[in-house]
């Protein structure tokens, strides 16, 4: 007999406070039956072990929870081919192109995102408190990085974001607006691709090169700017999300940005740590099961979706010793924020670069920065796969 949902899921979308149902079901039920936001059904999730075994095990699949008939987290929002992205770059021949642009020692990058930071800053203190840190640095920031690593004018970042607002949204039920809003992005990426001014060593650069290869001559132009429009939306949305909730984070714990101040040395764990402690993933990481498989006292059947609470996995007392204390020189950290196995994230190395140069510009610059509201008073976006605060107001 399959059991009934204990809840329906997502969980809360405040993303300050770790939802409440998180200990119990890591405790009670590590494995749980839930329903989605589709009404299906799904299995949660919720300790680290076994999230991580979800994550590494390739009978749990990613690709074929785009397949027709399968139980759903949400609608989808993008073309079914777009949810293996990494898959299908790999397939395509791509990866050794899209790797090459996502690497954090490309040359000027640092100075280049030291340089944009500094500029938002300076903006940000023109202006005068209280200012919205996310609408005046995390997004433009995250869209800064984004527009350079693939070859698009950053004079466009409001147009590119603003695409995500809908590209990343959860639904019950496919919508109109969806499918519009994908053509129109890949229709940019596609006049991007053939533009003249393409940076050579961008990622839009390399794959417009490959097109000269004859081995490549499969590849349309469509498929190419398929891969940008991906990368653009999941890198720039994921590294935003964060960014807003690091800081955030940072400030409930002021005494913290004084440590940082005066040891940017130890930034590079502290992201770690607050990667670990981030909400931003909001929904759980979806796998299909490709055939019956045990997952601790459950036997998930083949066909069963299963959602790996990731809120669950980093904050499991058995492998984070005190994991409810933001400890930013925790040693042991193997977190799983950017997953793990086949789809571990390829952007981890531009992902921290992004995160350490943001915090150490914020902390040296505006080392009185706190938040404008009461914490409680942030509103919380709502339909949308990451949890993120509208507006973050800030003084300083």
């Known amino acids: 007999m399959t059991p009934e949902p204990v809840l329906d899921f997502p969980l809360s979308r405040r993303g300050d406070v770790l939802p409440e149902e998180c200990t119990w079901l890591r405790e009670k039920q590590p494995v749980a039956r839930v329903r989605t936001l589709t009404g299906d059904q799904a299995w949660l999730v919720s300790s680290h072990a076994l999230a991580k075994q979800v994550l590494e095990d390739e009978r749990f699949s990613l690709k074929d929870t785009a397949a027709p008939g399968v139980p759903r987290q949400y609608a989808l929002t993008i073309p079914p081919e777009v949810v293996n992205n990494m898959g299908n770059i790999n397939s395509a021949g791509l990866r050794s192109a899209v790797m090459k642009s996502l690497s954090p020692r490309a040359d000027g990058l640092v100075n280049r995102l030291r340089e944009r930071a500094g500029e938002f800053v300076d903006a940000l203190l023109t202006e005068g ?30 147009r590119l ?36 001014d393409v940076p050579p060593d961008s990622l839009l650069g390399r794959l417009g090169a490959l097109r000269e290869d004859r081995e490549s001559a499969h590849l349309t132009d469509e498929m190419l700017a398929t891969v940008a429009v991906s990368m653009f939306g999941a890198g720039a949305v994921s590294t935003s999300a964060f960014l807003s909730l690091a800081v955030l984070a940072l400030l409930q714990h002021p005494e913290l940005i004084g440590r940082l101040r005066e040891h940017p040395e130890r930034m590079g ?76 994230c390829p952007a981890t190395g531009l992902g921290r670069l992004h995160a350490e140069t943001a915090l150490s510009v914020l902390v040296d610059r505006m080392p009185g920065l706190r938040l404008a509201v009461p914490a409680e008073q942030l509103v919380w976006r709502t339909g949308f796969i990451k949890r993120l605060p509208e507006r973050l107001p800030v003084l300083w």
């Open 129 to 158: 408190p209280p200012a919205d840190l996310r609408a005046g640095f995390a997004d433009p920031f995250s869209a800064a990085l984004h527009c350079q690593v693939i070859g698009v004018p950053f004079t466009d970042w409001r």
């Open 161 to 196: 974001m603003s695409g995500l607002d809908t590209a990343f949204m959860t639904s019950a039920h496919t919508f109109e607006g969806a499918g519009l809003n994908w053509y129109k992005d890949l229709g940019y990426m596609v006049e991007r691709l053939n533009a003249p």
């Open 269 to 344: 764990r502290a992201v770690d740590e607050l990667l670990r402690w981030n909400l931003s993933i909001g929904d759980g990481l979806p796998r299909l099961a490709l055939e019956d498989v045990r997952l601790g006292e459950v036997l998930v059947e083949k066909g069963e979706l299963v959602l790996v609470l990731v809120e669950g996995a980093n904050f499991d007392p058995a492998v984070f010793s005190d994991p409810e204390r933001l400890d930013l020189d925790r040693e042991h950290n193997p977190h799983l924020s950017f997953g793990a196995g086949r789809h571990f």
